[in-house]
């Protein structure tokens, strides 16, 4: 059972690049979520998808999309990258949307935008 | 809004002391409260979780209690170890809440 899963482990891209960060669970949850971790700030939403077939913004959504691909997977799209990306990104999954659900992580992407 | 504070990290110990990392909460209604844990490396895990007023939630010689009186959600241990050196998240989440939040973290380190 692998749980949650994330590629690429590492990435460096150039101002201005695109790439997508992908993860996939295999526990069959319904909702699924990207954060991004920064130093002395915890880790804030970027967008989640409570159920297969919808997305929602978080807290930080700007530069950022989303695709929900199935109810397995959830990709997260830095259309241009821009150095203020640079973090590491997790994405987490859980049962459904509810305030005892417990979220699932994966072991992120370290993103570093020169 | 919902909001938590977490003390300011690092904590250092030596093997065996006491453990305190304060959590304390802003939430309307009834949050749950969650710790997490994560080791270098890693991704978050669950630690341990209350979901309403005075349950303690507990795992692997941890623990916490839910107080509403003081919002808090203190995490204590009793004799940590080395393998217990990580950072540690306090989190909350909300009646309906899929946004779940989180403390800014605290990293433990623990000595031999």
């Known amino acids: 059972n692998a749980g949650v899963t994330q590629t690429p482990k590492f990435q460096v891209l150039k101002t201005g690049q695109s790439m997508t960060l992908q993860c996939a669970q295999d526990?069959?949850?319904?909702?699924m979520y990207w954060y991004r971790q920064d130093p002395g700030m915890g880790l804030r939403l970027i967008y989640y998808?409570?159920?297969?077939?919808?997305?929602d913004k978080g807290e930080v959504p700007n530069g950022y999309n989303v695709s929900r691909l199935n109810k397995r997977e959830f990709s997260l799209r830095l259309e241009s990258a821009a150095p203020s990306q640079t973090s590491v990104y997790f994405c987490?999954?859980?049962?459904?949307?509810?305030?005892?659900?417990?979220?699932?992580f994966g072991p992120g992407t370290r993103l570093t935008v020169t | 809004g919902n909001s938590v504070t977490q003390m300011e990290g690092p904590v250092t110990l030596s093997e065996e002391a006491f453990l305190t990392i304060n959590c304390t909460y802003t939430?309307?209604?009834?949050?749950?409260l969650f710790w997490y844990v994560q080791y270098p490396g890693e991704g978050l895990q669950l630690l341990l979780k209350?979901?309403?007023?005075?349950d303690k939630g507990s795992n692997k010689g941890f623990e916490a209690t839910y107080r509403k009186e003081t919002t808090s959600f203190h995490l204590e241990k009793g004799s940590v170890q080395v393998s217990d050196s990580a950072v540690y998240f306090c989190?909350?989440?909300?009646?309906?809440?899929?946004?779940?939040?989180f403390g800014a973290g605290t990293r433990l380190f623990v000595k031999a």
């Open positions: 987490a999954s859980s049962e459904g949307v509810g305030s005892s659900y417990e979220q699932y």
């Open positions: 526990m069959n949850h319904n909702s």
């Open positions: 998808s409570a159920s297969e077939g919808t997305t």
């Open positions: 939430a309307t209604g009834y949050p749950s």
């Open positions: 209350a979901t309403k007023a005075d």
């Open positions: 989190a909350l989440s909300g009646p309906g809440g899929f946004k779940t939040i």
